[in-house]
């Protein structure tokens, strides 16, 4: 960490000295190489995390490849504030400037996408990085190292470090030549850096945890909305930040709901990562499959019932697969508000269904917990959708749909899921400063 400090300390005056447009041209070339490259990327995402290769080649290495091209872009169209003081004869402008080197810390369910998410905006306001991909998926960070010398990035811009958080992540954190911290993981590591960090006032981002509902009207479309919320429910074993885990059902639709559902659940197939008709991969590691697992055997203590999945239903894997950290999508009903499946994160193929009655007692249930990262709302009622939008506690709520993302708007979490927001805009902002000059004419 002390030598990829140094480094990117080193190289900042030279890349911050660059026009944006030197900036995006590198930007560009580097996403023409990942995507050249795709499907190994994709083999070694898939390999390494367990995601299934289908999940890999179509959501992270894509999106990894539009992150640079997306603020490859975005970082030519920004533009600055003027006003103008007639009383005084003044004129005064902002001018926006790189902070510095940037420490960059990511977690492992999304790897290449997520730390090309935070390097790209960085790089491109005129910063250098020092990157600290998960340890426990650092592969495909590695293989982008390779490229960086071929895209025309030079030596010092990009750093990755490879190690473990309580190491290397801390380290970086401590380091007092290292003024902005951006992170996406747990709330709990949040809670950490931010104590660490504190004593030198640094400028953080963190995009935590969450504990996402979907609330089910009984006037919406069952056909888009079973597998929408099957998809958000179990996409990528569960393991996605804004994976659903509350599911919320009005009464009159309620029983036909969970049936057609937990129907659909059962379909999905889990095993090889490398088959692409699998739906669901294997989880990141046996301590965190024993994790997922307790959470349902903690909802049977307290009286819930498993609709499906664990320990229900049973797992057929082929012989290789025998040993890997498998796990069904498991539908669990009858669930009180303030059980641990409810409140807590549980970041696998878990999810609760619950019914409700009326719109004003939704809404309070689903802000009774202590994230607000994502919602989804389903109804066909267009001024319903906009009033439980504007109430719910939750810096992103998907109507009729999930995870469609404009990479322009702001993402990111109120409460416990985060302090920040990432986006064109919002991540300019955070990886530049802004001074406001005064000129007498
Ligand atoms: P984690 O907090 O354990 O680790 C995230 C990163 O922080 C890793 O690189 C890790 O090595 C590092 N780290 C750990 N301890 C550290 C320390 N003391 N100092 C500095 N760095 C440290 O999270 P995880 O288990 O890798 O990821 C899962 C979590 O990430 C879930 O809570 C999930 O919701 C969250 N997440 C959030 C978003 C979002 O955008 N809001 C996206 C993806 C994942």
Known sequence: VELAVKAA??????????????????????????EHDLEEFAQAESKDQGKTITFARTIDIPRAVYNFRFFASSVLHHTTECSEMTTVGCVNYTLRTPVGVAGLISPWNLPLYLLTWKIAPAIACGNTVVAKPSEMTSVTAWMMCKLLEKAGVPPGVVNVVFGTGSKAGEALVCHPDVPVISFTGSTLTAQRITEKSAPHCKRLSLELGGKNPAIVFDDADLTQCIPTTLRSSFANQGEICLCTSRIFVQRGIYNEFVKRFVAE???????????????????ISKEHLEKVKNYVKKAQAEGARVLCGEGVDSLVLLADNQKGYFML????????????????????????VVAFDTEEEVIERANCVKYGLAATVWSSNVGRVHRVARKLQSGLVWTNCWLVRDLNLPFGGMKASGIGREGAKDSYEFFTDVKTITIKH
């Open 329 to 352: 999508p498991t539908v669990i009903a009858e669930v009180k508000d303030e059980s641990k499946c409810m409140q807590e994160e549980i970041f696998g193929p878990v999810t609760c």
């Open 9 to 34: 300390k080193a190289a900042f005056p030279m890349w911050s000295s660059k026009s944006p447009l030197e900036r995006s041209q590198i930007l560009n070339k580097l996403a023409d190489l990942i």
């Open 265 to 283: 659940a059962k379909k999905w197939k889990v095993g090889n990562p490398s088959d692409p008709t699998v739906n669901m991969g294997a989880l």
